[in-house]
DNA sequence: CTGAAAGCGCTAACAT
DNA sequence: ATGTTAGCGCTTTCAG
């Protein structure tokens, strides 16, 4: 590795004319300025990151923490996350908590002793079910910001990312409402999250405005070590008055509409369904699956940006809370 | 952020003598030790990883490369790859080249200053397609180690962890071939990829190989531009000798498999269907897609343990290349 | 215009 | 058993 006293050696210079050299400073004759850049580009010098760390207490990296990388959500989020961060020149350090609190509180610690400036990250689904979040707010004590996206904490005073999981859930379940549905049944295997808890809520919302809505709320909650498709298969068999179906998982709406298509019931015509699924999952159903599109890029652009901006003012203390907007968008499996 | 300083400070005894205690040494007294660790646990001291990187040349992190992380095989590999660093004591730095060149030449530049100590990539597919790797042999050149897994160069002398792509495509035909299909088409969107080339040639051969087989390799190659879904609709509708498929990339297999029950060809009586996708799409099909398969995380496993094997002996100046045995699974898409 | 020196936090050879 | 010193590669005052 080509160090600056390389450089400064090769020249007959000083180290820290060298230095300055390369940072164009006015202190330096142009001359040297141009005899130290072309040595330096000849050798193909590049600053030792570690040291410019060191040394300027700022890394230039993001830790992110997400949950589950193999859930297109995070992966798309994190795919987000990595290409606004780089943009900005700032490289990220990526660990995964596997839904654990353990993985999480490790990750947290092994990060925050210089190696990162900041973090991005969404609460593990044991640190949300045991409330339990005093690691993180350990690290904002040292004045490390984090910015919490999607899966977020009331216990946690920060910058928060987040889309309006209620009204999402409760504009959609209008929209099947507006259909003249009568028998509408939602579907959750995530009904430990806060997330999925903000959109039972919304649904709940939307039922009992509408005067004309005689059913009683109809929810249906799949626990992790359940079958998805056992479960909806089942359920389609033995309720036929269901009439529409909002999914608020990532997969339960594709799920809800092969095993729909399996049994020969006419979607749309008869059965319609929602789903907060991510585009990618399209090209596997015929009809397309309509959802609620969650602006998962935004998500991740939004984070870093408000990461950096605490980070280049770190005086603010003013945390705010951003919501990101979603659309429902309709294809074919609603009318 | 409390240094050593800090504690020797409060202490009242060198900067030195507290690092040792911390380490252990017998040249302290174990009261000292004892009055130190406890100083530092009280104070949730924790040593500054990039002064201990500067120091030591060694940073216990690991830099990763890979095309798009949206690609769920690439999304897998990188969860097995942070796993075992993780178990490694090693961390990781992700960058997404999204298939492009540029994207891949920044990144190794970025992070070859003393950021990470070696690298773990696939590369890029416009780098393959121009078969211009003169960036990646640059870092070799520095003395930085690369593993490459999945998408190789023969063009680069470094470790390497593949798959039997050749085999595996030679199996899964024969297989197709011992269920009695007469008119077995391969179906490609990655014909540019080294991948795709092998598994391609272990189709040719294993038809080639089949004195019985009267027809001609069909091979459909679905390009960059072209909706995958529309051309396999329409091969399903105009060519209805078709009687077995293999799909060699991550998503065709199932879009086939939509498209033929849509089309009401009965699978797999009439049509035989195996795919390279991954486990994580079967819950979106029924019946459940025969596939190849790849042990991504073994993949991924094998490339961390590689690279950190040459971390340990740099010396190790033998590359080798490391093939994952893949497997067949038939489901309910064959016979 | 250039250089010497200090220091970021840590380790380790070398005193004491 | 403890302390001093030098140095990893870099930036930045302060001298010259």
Redesign the pocket.
């Known amino acids: ?1 080509v ?4 450089l ?1 050696e090769q020249l ?12 164009d ?9 141009e005899r130290v850049k072309a040595l330096a580009k000849f050798l193909n ?4 990151r ?3 760390s ?4 700022k890394t230039n990296t993001i830790g992110v923490v997400i949950p589950n990388i193999l859930n297109h959500f995070f992966a798309k989020a994190l795919f987000a996350i990595e290409k606004e961060a780089t943009k900005q020149g700032y490289n990220i350090i990526t660990c995964v908590s596997n839904e654990m609190r353990e993985k999480e509180i490790n990750s947290l610690q092994l990060l925050s ?2 190696s990162v400036d900041g973090f991005i990250m969404s609460i593990a689904e044991e640190t949300q079910v045991l409330k339990k979040v005093d690691h993180i707010n350990a690290i904002l004590k040292q004045n490390i910001p984090i910015v919490l996206f999607d899966r977020v904490s009331e216990d946690i005073d920060c910058d928060k990312v987040i889309i309006d999981d209620f009204g999402a859930a409760y504009e959609a379940t209008k929209h099947l409402l507006s259909e003249g549905r009568k028998h509408i049944t939602l579907i959750s295997s995530i009904d430990e999250l806060s997330v999925g808890k903000l959109r039972v809520e919304g649904y709940y919302k939307a039922i009992s405005e509408d005067k004309k809505y005689k059913e009683k709320p109809n929810v249906i909650t799949i626990s992790r070590d359940e079958s998805i498709e056992e479960r909806i298969e089942n359920l389609l068999n033995t309720d036929k008055k269901i009439d529409a179906i909002i999914a608020i998982d990532n997969t339960s709406g594709v799920v809800a509409l092969q095993k729909a298509l399996k049994l020969n019931i006419d979607v749309p015509k008869n059965l319609s369904i929602i789903g907060f699924s991510d585009e990618n999952v399209l090209k596997f159903t015929d009809p397309k699956l309509s959802t609620v599109s969650q602006h998962t890029l935004d998500i991740g652009r939004a984070s870093v940006e408000m990461l950096i901006h605490k980070l280049n003012d770190k005086s603010l203390s003013q945390n705010t809370t951003k919501t990101i907007k979603t659309n429902l968008i309709l294809r074919g499996t609603t009318k």
Request: charged share 20%.
């Open positions: 590795m160090t600056l006293k390389h400064a007959n210079v000083s180290v820290s004319t060298v230095s300055k050299a390369l940072h400073s006015d202190e330096i004759s142009p001359d040297t300025i010098y590049k600053p030792n570690l040291a410019v060191l040394k300027s207490s002793n210089g």
